[in-house]
């Protein structure tokens, strides 16, 4: 308003003239898929992320770039492994056997990608994702139980509406009742036990003491999250070998689809101790996608979107 401009005219002049977006070479791709081979690197990282409306794209970056200009490899639409491939395969060879090391999350999907292109690569699964696996199972439980008390709660309820008589509900020691407990102790599970608060310690003590189950489940998940404390290789496979073990012997439901699913990923779980890489890059980078996102007030045009973003990260 200072110079008497107006914003959307701006905005069409900068988009028609001054961008360069108009003579952009992969404009007619865009929608479709992204590449920058020039800005490949030893240690790479693929993640998946919604533009707009759901839409899924699938961005292979470098982790030298540290979210800065360089940072994107190849941006694909879709997360299925055929039209990933279609995209990285126009990758010379030569530059893909640079590739030492790619870190990605647990889907099938970007493992069958990858792994038959990037052949001298090793493939990393991300450390925060397998922990979040076990303290999901621990939420399960916990939900479970809370069902379970509200429906204990509303059969005592009608009950006591049969036999004329007033309902008092089950008041545990610090003021909670059971499914109230159950409730607020959903961050304490997922907190260590050095980091509670004093009210935190004591309702973990109530909720341990009520529901062995979760305690049994919540140890589990300490013993599981000190394994990657371990700085050798040969440690740690010997350390997840027995956690599976000890959890086959508490035969508890919930971690069996935990423990399955960390023995067929194991191979890529401890490629995370030769040079403990996360895939933290990645969802930095989806962050600063979605922040710029956020101030352009959504997306209008994927291929204009598509064009700011490679201004920014490529």
Known sequence: SYYSVKAQRLNRHYKKYSSGYQSWDQVHHAEDYLLFDDNIGPYLSIDELSLTQ????????????RGKSGTLVACCKGTSSKEIIAVLERIPEHKRLKVKEITLDMARNMEAAVKGLFTNAKL?????????????????????????????ENKAIADAK?????????VLSNGDTPKQLLARCRYILAKKEEQWTLNQKQRAEILFGKYPEIKKAY??????????????????????????DKV?????????????????????ILNFFINRNTNANAESFNSKIKLFRANQRGVVDNKFFLFRLHKLFA
């Open 124 to 152: 990393v699964t991300d450390r925060f994702h397998v922990i979040k696996l076990a303290l999901d199972a621990v939420q399960h439980i916990r939900v479970k139980k809370r069902w379970e008390e509200m429906d204990i």
């Open 54 to 65: 759901g839409e899924l794209y699938t961005f292979l970056t470098n982790k030298a770039g």
């Open 162 to 170: 049969k036999a004329g008589k007033k309902y008092e509900q089950e």
């Open 248 to 268: 086959r012997q508490e035969k508890i439901e919930e971690f069996n689809t935990v423990a399955n699913t960390i023995q067929y990923n194991l191979e890529n």
């Open 219 to 244: 140890r589990l998940v300490l013993s599981f999250r000190a394994i990657y404390e371990n700085t050798d290789l040969l440690k740690a496979k010997q350390k997840f070998i027995e956690w599976l």
